[in-house]
């Protein structure tokens, strides 16, 4: 047997003919950018999430940046966020000329940790040091893995000290946080349509969503070179449209969103049902009241190297996500951060491990995952 970490191509194939059929009529239509299949997609996805406007972009990056411009981010703010994410976190901030300030991980969840937002931010703002010329504007929790962050914690903190709260989602998309879907509690949420994410698109693609008229209205033009009328620019803009191809493909998969979250939720049991008897592993620990989709699988064990291994010659793909904190990357060796400044992200990212996750992954393959995590502990 050969598991990989992700299957696409099954996901593919069970639904190829709704995606031919969808495709082939973009073509027919030769309406690529923009176009019916993105209006469409956006007033479905944000029926989705229960936001009032979805503005389709060219990628999950760029949903942040936009994001962030359009709540006002830029040179001279600071914008807080966690180490343990995906650089296109911290490098959407960057984008905007803001400045990125990280804070650590909950050693459980994985999450940002709201007490250390709070202790970040009251020293933050109690120093007077006249060489501190950034101040914090804005929050980035990521809902790392599928899985929520603290909302309610984050969400006072950042009342308390007047920042923007603009969610990663990109990973979690119809997470629940006390019954709500995530993407509903910040003044925007962002997500990705990378082809591996839980909705993803054949190609790249992302969305911005939002209850506020204003940041919608800005994003919705801002990603379309600052238009208003075709050659009436209102403002500087980028170009970052979700295109009608991936739109029409996007359409297709949102109606199995649900069903293939819920799948991934019934092999994430089967995981934890028999990893919470296996030696010292220690599976996905949830905040109470939230809902993960397992964007991914990570279990957390102290001897990585040799059980990713030992799964590798048994042809079991497996994933570091991620492996060097986004503080100790070189790309931002001029932030001045250094080992040690953030020790639960540091230590999660030598300990942690990703299990192939997918919807289609079938009762054989978690067992024969299951028998071979098994043969590693009684070795
Ligand atoms: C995938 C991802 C992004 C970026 O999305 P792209 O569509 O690849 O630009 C941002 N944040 C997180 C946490 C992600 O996983």
Redesign the pocket.
């Known amino acids: 047997m050969e598991i990989p970490l992700v299957d696409l191509k099954a996901q593919y194939n069970s639904i190829k003919d709704e995606i031919d059929k969808a495709i082939k009529g973009v073509l027919e239509s030769t309406s690529f950018i923009l176009g019916t299949e993105v209006e469409r997609f956006e007033e479905e996805f944000a029926d989705y999430c229960e936001v009032k406007y979805a503005v389709g972009v060219?990628?999950?990056?760029?949903?942040?940046y936009l994001a962030l411009r359009a709540l006002g981010i830029g040179q001279g703010d600071e914008v807080v966020t966690v180490p343990n994410?995906?650089i296109?976190?911290a490098e959407?901030i960057t984008l905007t000329r803001a400045k990125v300030a990280f804070v650590d991980i909950d050693p459980n969840t994985y999450n940002m940790d709201p007490e250390k937002l709070d202790d970040y931010l009251e020293k933050r703002f109690a120093r007077s040091d006249s060489r501190i010329t950034t101040k914090p504007k804005a929050v980035v929790p990521?809902?790392?893995y599928g899985q929520p962050a603290d909302m309610d914690s984050i969400l006072e903190i950042a009342r308390k000290y007047d920042l923007k709260v603009i969610e990663?989602a990109?990973?979690a998309h119809g997470a629940k946080y006390k019954g709500r879907r995530m993407g509903t509690f910040g003044d925007a949420a962002?997500f990705?349509?990378?082809p591996?994410?839980n909705l993803g698109a054949y190609g790249?693609?992302?969305m911005v969503v939002t209850n506020d008229d204003r940041i919608a209205e800005i994003v919705r033009k801002m990603r379309n070179h600052g238009r208003s009328k075709k050659y009436e620019h209102e403002f500087e803009g980028i170009n970052s449209r979700l295109d009608n191809l991936q739109a029409a493909v996007l359409r297709v998969k949102l109606k199995y969103l649900d069903q293939w979250n819920k799948k991934r939720e019934k092999n994430a049991e089967i995981y934890d049902n028999f990893l919470k008897k296996i030696g010292n592993v220690i599976n996905p620990k949830l905040l109470k009241g939230t809902k993960s989709v397992y964007?991914l699988y990570v279990i957390k064990i102290e001897e990585r190297e040799h059980l990713q291994e030992k799964l590798k010659n048994k042809n079991i793909a497996t994933g570091i996500h991620y492996p060097i904190p986004l503080h100790l990357q070189p790309a931002y060796n001029y932030l001045n951060y250094k080992k040690g400044d953030f020790p639960v992200s540091e230590k999660v990212c030598n300990e942690i491990l990703s299990l192939p996750m997918y919807p289609e992954l079938t009762k054989d393959q978690i067992d024969y995952i299951i028998n071979k995590i098994k043969a590693f502990y009684e070795n």
């Open positions: 060219g990628n999950g990056t760029d949903a942040l994410s995906f296109a976190t959407a990521v809902h790392l990663d990109a990973q962002c990705s349509f990378y591996g994410k790249d693609g992302g964007h």
